[in-house]
């Protein structure tokens, strides 16, 4: 599998400096990018907050592959914007874009959002991508009886819509990252890579103390308090090597390392996390 990097990881120093953050990027040796639309104020906020032509200058010039994208706010919620989203990671050579998360309120709900998915997937494929759904904890909660991933797969189109399992956040459902690899194996495009730190494992299972599975998720609230369980990927408790293992054993392309928090400069947390990634087999930069 190729390391990518989610540039959520670096929020702060891209809004403050987007190219001098790319430029630093780069020069780290991160060569394989999943951008993110975390700036609404500018005018272009695809995700490199450039106008096209300076953006495919820009990506020419490091060397990037961008592996992927999550939707704005504005183009989930717009028609147009949606459009004139995806023509922008087509004419960048995004290769899929994908929603972060949805949350639901009942089973009709899931099968609603899986529609959508559908739509989007379709809307994707015309214009030579694919799109996928990004995990989290939330996607294993159960919803009659069944997780709600498992009922958003199967209410999607396999040629139309990809997984991206996060396995930090499975880990934080309740379920095995390395089971779900081989069940999903057929599905899953890329893999998230968090790390946990020691002091969080007593509540590694959100669902076990921490969060009331018979509520359903309704949003990011849910998350609030969990910002000092993430340590640079690689320096914490997760078996990282085993999904490794099992990502190239079923052909996953890409992992991609993403940091939601940190007590280090975030620059510096994405060295820590490149570094401490290294010691790992099976995996490739370039």
Known sequence: MKTALQLYSV????????????????AMGYRYWEICAFNPDVPYNYGLDLPLDEAKALLRELGITIIGCHLSDKAVNEERELNEFLDYQAAIGCESPGVAAVFCADTEDIKIKSAWFNRLGQMCKERGMRFHYHTHFHDH??????????IILENTDPDLVDLELDTFWAVRGGVDP???????KDRISMLHQKDLNAASAFRKNL??????????VAGWEAFAGLNDDFV?????ILPIQDYIDAGNQTGIRYITLEQDSTKLDELESIRVSMDAFRKFKGIEWI
Do not use: C
């Not at 929020?11 to 780069?26: E, L, Q, V």
């Not at 390395?178 to 999903?184: D, L, M, T």
């Not at 640079?232 to 914490?236: F, I, Q």
């Open 207 to 216: 669902w076990q103390g921490t969060v009331d599975p018979n509520v359903p």
């Open 11 to 26: 929020t702060h120093s891209f809004r403050k400096d987007p190219i001098g953050t790319m430029r630093k990027i780069a």
């Open 141 to 150: 909660q159960l919803f009659d009886g069944k997780e709600m991933i498992e």
């Open 232 to 236: 640079e990927v690689g320096t914490g």
């Open 178 to 184: 390395v089971e779900r690899i081989n069940r999903y």
